[in-house]
Structure formats: structure tokens, C-alpha cells
């Protein structure tokens, strides 16, 4: 383990990315007898370490080592584990380095960069290890700024793909950071290392971070990933584990649930066949909140999942356990370490109500309302924070505003006793999705260069759902009952999601015959909020014994006389005629006979002439039934059909 180089007088935890982890592989108890470091400017913290003297089978813990240089140049020494594990003691080699306070001190984020298992000519996301120049302190004001000359990963494998670091002449201010990003692109199956070297005007340069990483040649699937910048490589026990644990050494109050946001799993396939994921399964007192699919495809760099886990402790004590994934990859299954430490609350204790936000679906880009979080300092002692900041696990964007005091070397404001303050959350994304992400809650109770051992951390978290804008519809009245000649109203309801503020039409088909269906208004606009109605009116018709005209063109006069029963009128006289000109006298009935055949002539010709159609059927209205009639709602490509049911008698 090589802590880099430290100003003398500070010190340094390993209780962050690359800190040595335990797993015990076995099928009985491991349990440890002790845990020494030496010589003296290393120190075992059993108070920010996470190991209890007996760990589990398939459940591990994370060692914190502090370096405190006592003069100038490279210390080195050695961690010792005795345990109940063949091979015991195991011993882990330690080094580091103090430097003068008064120069430039580059600190690395990550002391080591462990990419795991990619799949042969597949390219890793790039893991980033910031680059602090630690010079300015409370105890040296004065410190020199750190100017780089280069900054190379080697051999070809391994690739920087960022940089924000200035370039000489340029120079990196005391008490500023930057970011360095390497990938690895396997070029052959195997493990492979190499090295970032940073050469700059540090007294100890270059600094080399180690580079390893395994390259796995198939045509199935790979499970790749990062766990809080350490990588998943199977169960074993490993120096470089991956882990999970309340962050630095935090004291977790029983009964309450901490999720740490700089430890989460971002998970992907860089094989060339499907991952089937077939179960997750955490060990008593710990949980997760997920987004990953059951089947995870193959793709790029950042097309994959992320787990977040959570500690909930019902007992004291330091609590060991694990986060098993099992799947169809070949090293299946993966393990995580999982650990924590619970007891009695004391001191200051920030609690946060609720742990937990959900924030509804709606359209990528579009910016949530916001959620409160409730800050109260339940603890027995002022509370000092010293930063509250939101942070995402992939594309989706939380942000938070709030009115906690925050405390800073120049202005130590503190959080009083019972007191409590309000953190505001937002939440967008450029993206469709499900999202997880939160708030972080820093208090830091002393020199923030000690760093790592003095540092506790609150977290709330958040899932967010963006998803394309979109409408539904619902109808009332349906189904409807009416008679033949009567008409009736459906409502339609507009209901927008995901911010859709667009217009609207509607068009309905399926009405039956002689019957009209129309909606009113044809259309309506959306405001990406409130819904909208609209009005279906279908009409239908009686049945009529009349005659029709069906003569082209508009009737006459006459002609609408005839439709509305003169034609019936008129045979009833022209019967009784006939009637009384068989009983005339013989000189006036050829006479009537002569009238009458005129006069039918006449009906005849009114009627629409002989059996060319149009006289005497009436109209039969709308038949009787059930009938389905289909509202469709229209909006650019989006189309939703309702369906409305309309009984006739």
C-alpha cells in the first residue's frame, strides 16, 4: 500500500479507494487475533476500520491505515493480519513518503486503479483519480503552486482520456485540484499492469499511481464494473477487494439507514452476448436501490446500471457482510464487500427526514419541483458541516439548494442542538431513464488535510425517471343506452405526462348508419400540466314510414308535400273515387273513369315514375344493436385510440 507523498505534520487515511479489504472465501469463520501496523508513523484505526474479530464465510471488511511522516523522505513498513486463515500472519507492505509543507504536495484521490475484467478490444470507462496540491494548510499558509511537465500511462494498454490539469508554464494553485482519466483497452486475455507517472516540481517526482487491469477473451458475456473505484474480480482475498462501507469509520446510529454516495456500483456487459442477472442478495442489515435490468446488453462504455447500497444496523459493533450477484458471465458469481459500524448515538448527529425522495416521471430536460429534506442535529453537541452537495450515479442531474449554515476555517458556524435547516432538491435529465442520485451531507470536526479519519457523511437518495412526453385518454358515459332518434355525450379527459404541451385532435370512426358522431372542439392544447376535456355527441335516427323524393337535386315545394304523406293522402281519395264512379250513372262514369286514370298518372309522376326506386320504403333509422365506436386522439407520431360502447334500442 503506498500512501504517495504527505506534507509532515499531516496525516493520511487509506480508508478510501484502494484501502487493503479482507474476504473470507471459505466455508468457516475467519477470525482475526490481530492487526498490527509498524513502525510507528503507520497506525492501525480500529475506530475508521470496519473488521470484527470473527467475519463471516462470503462477507468481508476494509482495513483504515493512517501515514504520519515525522520528517522528510520515504517511510516504509508493514501491516500484520493474524488470523485462524492458512498462511497466517499475512503481511501487507507499506510505504510513503513526507515532504516539506512549504513546497507543492500532490495527493492522489486513487493510489491505485484497478479496471477489472474488460473484454478483449472492448475500452473501458475511464477511472479518474484526482489530483490535490495539498500544500496550503492550516499549520502552512505559504505553500508553493505544482507545475506539471507530463503525465503518461503506460505500456499502450492503458490510455489517458482526460485531462484538466494545467500545462506548463501553467500551474496548479495551493488547495487546488484536477482530474486525470486512463482507460484500458485489452489488447489480449490476461492480467496486465502499468502505471500513470505525473512528473511535476513536487519533491518526490515522479509520482506513479499502478495500473492493472484483466483482459477476458469470449463470445459471452463479461461483467465489468466499478464498486466506489475498486473492481469486482470474484470472490477472494484480495488486497484490492471491492467494498462498501459507512465512509470513514462513521458511527451509524441503530435503527437509522446511511448511504454513503461515494460507494455505488456502476455495472456493464463489455462482452458480446446478453448478461443475465439472476439474483442480488445482501447480507442481513444492509439493502440495495437498483436500476439494473434482469438482462443487461452488450454496449459502449457507460451503457450500463448502477447499485446503491444502504446500512441499517439493529445491533452494535462492527458488522461484516457481503452483496452477491449471480449471472450467466463465467466468473459468476461477482461479490462485494459490504461493512459497517452501528452504536448508541453521541456528539453531534445530523438526522434527515426523508431518506429517501422519488421523483415522478416526466420529460428529459424538464426540471422537477422540488423536494424537501429536513436537517436536524438530534446529537448532544453542535453540529459543523462543511459542504452539502448533490451528486448523480449516471446521466440524470439532481441539484440542491439550501439554508444550512456551513462551516469553513474563515467562518466555523455550526448546526445548534435541536436546530434544523432545509435541502431543496431538483431533479432533470437530457435522457430517458431511471436515474439514482441524491444529496451528500459532509461534517469534518478538524483539519481537513487529516482528512479521511475526521470526516462523516450523511446521504439521502434519489430516483428520478425521465421518460419521452406523452397523453393519455379517458372517457366517461360509456357505455351509453339510447332510443332510435336520440342523441347522447361522451366526455374525453386529456391527461398530459412527462410535460407534453402539445395540441391535440381528435377524429371518430365507427358510428353506425344513419347516425353522426362528432367531437367538439376537434381539438385542444396541452400545458404540460392540466388536463383537457372534450365532448363525443352521436346522433342517431328514428325510423319513418314516409316516402323520399329521390329525385337529383333539392325537391320542390311539392315534393317535400309528398314526403311528409300527401302521396298517402291522395290514394285514399283517388280509392274513393273510383268507388263512386262504379255506382255513377253510365253518361257521367266514362266521364270519372277518365279522371281518375289522369290523376294517377299524376301520383305516379310525383312519386318518382314507375319502379325506378325512391317511393314507398320510408327510412328505417338506425338499426338496433351494440355498436364500438373508436375515438382516435392525434399528436404529430403519437396516436391513442379510445373506444366508445353506444347500445341502441
Known amino acids: ?375 436536524t442535529n438530534t446529537g448532544t453537541a453542535a453540529l459543523p458541516i462543511t459542504k452539502i452537495a448533490s451528486f448523480a450515479l449516471n446521466e440524470g442531474t439532481f441539484a440542491q439548494t439550501n439554508d444550512c449554515p456551513i462551516s469553513t476555517i474563515a467562518n466555523p458556524v455550526t448546526l445548534a442542538v435541536g436546530a434544523n435547516c432545509t435541502i431543496s432538491v431538483t431533479f432533470t435529465s437530457p435522457v430517458g431513464g431511471t436515474f439514482l442520485g441524491g444529496v451528500s451531507i459532509l461534517n469534518d470536526a478538524g483539519n481537513p488535510n487529516v482528512g479521511e479519519a475526521l470526516e462523516t457523511e450523511e446521504d439521502v437518495t434519489a430516483v428520478g425517471t425521465a421518460s419521452a412526453p406523452s397523453f393519455s385518454v379517458a372517457a366517461s358515459n360509456s357505455p351509453a343506452t339510447v332510443t332510435a332518434g336520440q342523441s347522447t355525450n361522451f366526455t374525453l379527459t386529456v391527461t398530459p405526462s412527462g410535460g407534453f404541451n402539445q395540441s391535440v385532435s381528435f377524429a371518430c370512426t365507427g358510428a353506425p348508419s344513419q347516425a353522426t358522431c362528432n367531437v367538439n372542439p376537434p381539438s385542444v392544447t396541452l400545458d404540460g400540466t392540466h388536463t383537457a376535456t372534450t365532448t363525443v355527441s352521436v346522433t342517431t335516427t328514428a325510423h319513418s314510414l314516409s316516402f323520399r323524393n329521390l329525385r337529383p337535386g333539392s325537391p320542390p315545394p311539392f315534393g317535400e308535400w309528398l314526403e311528409r304523406g300527401a302521396p298517402q293522402l291522395l290514394m285514399w281519395l283517388l280509392l274513393l273515387a273510383m268507388l263512386s264512379a262504379l255506382f255513377a250513372a253510365p253518361r257521367r262514369r266514362s266521364g270519372l273513369v277518365l279522371s281518375v286514370t289522369l290523376a294517377l298518372a299524376l301520383l305516379f309522376v310525383a312519386c318518382g315514375g314507375g319502379g325506378g326506386g325512391g317511393g314507398g320504403g320510408g327510412n328505417p333509422g338506425t338499426p338496433p344493436g351494440t355498436y364500438m365506436l373508436t375515438v382516435t386522439a392525434t399528436s404529430g407520431t403519437a396516436v391513442v385510440s379510445t373506444n366508445l360502447t353506444l347500445t341502441v334500442n
Open 1 to 375: 500500500m503506498d500512501f504517495q507523498t504527505i506534507a509532515v505534520g499531516n496525516s493520511r487515511g487509506s480508508n478510501i479507494d484502494g484501502n487493503p479489504a479482507l474476504f473470507n472465501s471459505g466455508a468457516a469463520p475467519l477470525t482475526i487475533t490481530s492487526i498490527v501496523a509498524s513502525p510507528s508513523v503507520f497506525a492501525y484505526s480500529p475506530d475508521t476500520s470496519f473488521c470484527p474479530d470473527t467475519i463471516p464465510p462470503g462477507t468481508g471488511c476494509d482495513i483504515d491505515v493512517i501515514f504520519t511522516p515525522t520528517g522528510i523522505g520515504t517511510f516504509n513498513g508493514t501491516l500484520t493480519i493474524t488470523d485462524n486463515a492458512p498462511g497466517s500472519p499475512h503481511i501487507i507492505n507499506l510505504t510513503g513518503t513526507g515532504v516539506s509543507p512549504s513546497g507543492p504536495v500532490p495527493d492522489f484521490q486513487r493510489r491505485i486503479m484497478n479496471f477489472g475484467k474488460w473484454a478483449v478490444g472492448k475500452t473501458s470507462n475511464g477511472i479518474g483519480t484526482q489530483i490535490a496540491n495539498l500544500g496550503m494548510n492550516v499549520a502552512n499558509p505559504g505553500a508553493a503552486s505544482l507545475t506539471f511537465t507530463s503525465i503518461v500511462a503506460t505500456p499502450s494498454v492503458f490510455s489517458v482520456s482526460s485531462n484538466n490539469c494545467p500545462s506548463s508554464p501553467s500551474s496548479l494553485a495551493p488547495g487546488v485540484a484536477c482530474e486525470v482519466g486512463v482507460q484500458f483497452t485489452p489488447t489480449a486475455a490476461g492480467v496486465v499492469t502499468g502505471t500513470l507517472t505525473i512528473t511535476d516540481n513536487a519533491t518526490a517526482t515522479p509520482q506513479v499511481v499502478p495500473l492493472v487491469g484483466t483482459g477476458v477473451s469470449t463470445t459471452g458475456p463479461v461483467f465489468s464494473g466499478f464498486f466506489g473505484g475498486a473492481v469486482i474480480a470474484g470472490p477472494t482475498w484480495s488486497l484490492f477487494a471491492p467494498y462498501i462501507n459507512a465512509p470513514s469509520g462513521q458511527l451509524v446510529e441503530i435503527g437509522t439507514t446511511i448511504a454513503p454516495s461515494n460507494n455505488f456500483g456502476n455495472f456493464e456487459n463489455s462482452g458480446s452476448a446478453p448478461l443475465i442477472i439472476s439474483s442480488m442478495v445482501v447480507s442481513p442489515g444492509f439493502a440495495i436501490l437498483t436500476n439494473c435490468p434482469n438482462t443487461l446488453a452488450p454496449g459502449p462504455p457507460g451503457l450500463g446500471c448502477q447499485i446503491y447500497p444502504s446500512f441499517t444496523p439493529t445491533a452494535s459493533g462492527k458488522i461484516a457482510g457481503s452483496l452477491t450477484i449471480t449471472d450467466n458471465a463465467a466468473d459468476s458469481p461477482q461479490t462485494i464487500i459490504l461493512a459497517g459500524r452501528a452504536g448508541p448515538p453521541t456528539g453531534p448527529i445530523p438526522s434527515l427526514s426523508p431518506r429517501t425522495l422519488s421523483f415522478g416521471a416526466q420529460a428529459p430536460g424538464v426540471v422537477s419541483a422540488a423536494q424537501n429534506i429536513t436537517l
